[in-house]
């Protein structure tokens, strides 16, 4: 490959960097969309950065992924609670098998009905241009072997490198969710539906079986300090 190419390509890439940043930059000049104060901010945080242990972080995530997963769940006609406030609501009793009872009143199938297609972009732009505060925490058996499950899997158990869908920094992509800086409780209760199959069959069903409790908490342990 000759000079010339390899530099065009290095300063697509940096164009493209550059891009990115000065639209993140751009999102953040002007301020909080409506639609993120008005219907998002309650759970996920004005920056995406909930205070809620079971409520995922939307700060930079992809916003190609925010807006899929909302237009998910706007293709539900049913009212199933969020798959965020799942945990929560079992515990307090507030849910049935395949409903939500009226104690759960908050869903993301009505309120991602709720937003308009420009909201939508608007409310993925926002959070996917939010800053990750890095986790306190990078130390300990628990986060050396959650990083090793991450990077490398377990071929013994049949357990394939989550980086190979997630990213090699776990930032995720248009199809699978940025997991860096992810709040572990909620790491935790995602994989604990997909184990019991209550989250829709997925590659990550399986996956999420073959893992033990410890390699569970492990990974959740090291993507929140990611």
């Not at 000065?22 to 909080?32: D, F, I, Q, V, Y």
């Not at 307090?92 to 309120?111: E, F, R, W, Y």
Request: proline share 5%; glycine share 8%; hydrophobic share 40%.
């Amino acid at each position: 490959m000759c000079c010339m190419t390899v530099f065009r390509r290095s300063s697509v890439f940096a164009l493209a960097v550059f891009t990115t940043a000065s639209m993140a930059l751009a999102a953040r000049a002007a301020g909080p969309p409506a639609a993120v104060v008005r219907t998002c901010s309650g759970c996920h945080g004005i920056e995406g950065r909930p205070q809620l242990s079971y409520v995922p972080s939307l700060a930079g995530q992809s916003a190609k992924y925010i807006e899929t997963k909302l237009q998910e769940f706007r293709q539900f006609s049913s009212p199933r609670v969020d798959e965020a406030l799942m945990p929560h609501i079992r515990r307090s009793g507030a849910i049935s098998k395949d409903a939500i009872t009226p104690a759960a009143t908050v869903n993301m199938i009505g309120i991602a009905k709720s937003l308009s297609d420009s909201d939508t972009k608007a409310v993925a732009g926002w959070y996917s241009a939010q800053t990750v505060l890095p986790a306190r925490l990078k130390k300990g058996s628990g986060f050396e072997q959650g990083k090793d499950l991450y990077a490398n899997g377990r071929k013994a158990q049949n357990l394939p490198a989550c980086q190979s869908c997630h990213g090699a920094e776990a930032q995720g992509t248009a199809i699978a969710p940025r997991l860096a800086g992810q709040q572990s409780a909620y790491v935790l209760a995602r994989l604990d539906q997909f184990r019991s199959g209550s989250k829709a069959q997925s590659p990550m069903t399986e996956i999420a079986r073959s893992l033990d409790r410890n390699q569970v908490q492990a990974i959740a342990t090291y993507l929140h300090a990611r």
